[in-house]
């Protein structure tokens, strides 16, 4: 059953560290994948995407593997800074372009 | 600042009211969504619109209407809500299908 009142996992790093964000996808159709940001009081907001014909797409200072044999993906970034600090979802997307979500981890940037 | 406006920004309303949650969006795009956000929670699907015409409801209850006037407006209509609908309802637009979509900042719905 599903858990109720529980933190979201959280990420804590040091200002100028790399930063990895994991995710495990559960449907090995889906052939769409994001990452969004979402800041306390406001939207998820677009980070990168990638499809399923490739594994490794960059952005600025942002990085998105796609590993489809074990259904995982993770979100680098570079140079974390204090205004990285925010919920990272990833996303999923399948047929008739339904999206379906993670479920959360917090991005904690130590100055 | 996003380019998904959504209004009000708050509403608080009792269980026999009726309102209306709004958003708009002017990039052309031509699917739009409305999503349900509980705390700590990530965004739960709930009705999606492609070209104005309805393609996915979520099982969603009947006491939530969607509304699509043309390709640029989305609405919500709200009627007879319980207390476990107070969330935040967030809506997305998208070029179309298998393009990334943007989300609007909300409404914050309390319902009392």
């Known amino acids: 059953g599903e858990s109720v009142g529980l933190h979201l996992p959280t990420l804590s790093v040091q200002e100028g560290d790399n930063s990895i964000i994991n995710c495990a996808y559960s449907?090995?159709?889906?052939?769409?994948f994001i990452w969004y940001k979402q800041e306390s009081g406001k939207g998820p907001q677009f980070i990168i995407d990638?499809?399923?014909?490739?594994d490794k797409r960059q952005g600025q200072r942002v990085t998105v593997l796609l590993n489809k044999t074990v259904k995982h993906l993770s979100l680098q970034i570079a140079a974390t800074q204090p205004g990285d600090s925010a919920v990272y979802f990833c996303a999923e997307e399948g047929a008739n372009s339904k999206l379906t979500f993670g479920k959360g981890i917090t991005l904690s940037v130590r100055p | 600042d996003t380019e998904v406006t959504q209004t009000p920004k708050h509403l608080v309303m009792g269980m026999t009211n009726k309102k209306s949650l709004k958003c708009e969006q002017h990039?052309?795009?031509?699917?739009m969504y409305w999503y349900k956000q509980k705390a700590k929670k990530p965004p739960e699907l709930m009705f999606v619109?492609?070209?104005?015409?309805?393609?996915i409801n979520e099982s969603v209850p009947s006491r939530f209407s969607p509304e699509c006037p043309n390709s640029s407006l989305l609405n919500l209509h709200l009627h007879a809500l319980q207390p476990e609908d107070s969330a935040l309802y967030l809506c997305?637009?998208?070029?179309?299908?298998?393009?990334?979509?943007?989300f609007g900042d909300g409404t914050r719905l309390s319902i009392l």
């Open positions: 990039m052309g795009h031509r699917a």
């Open positions: 449907n090995s159709a889906s052939d769409y």
């Open positions: 997305a637009s998208s070029l179309y299908g298998d393009q990334p979509q943007h």
């Open positions: 990638i499809r399923s014909n490739m």
């Open positions: 619109y492609s070209y104005e015409k309805l393609s």
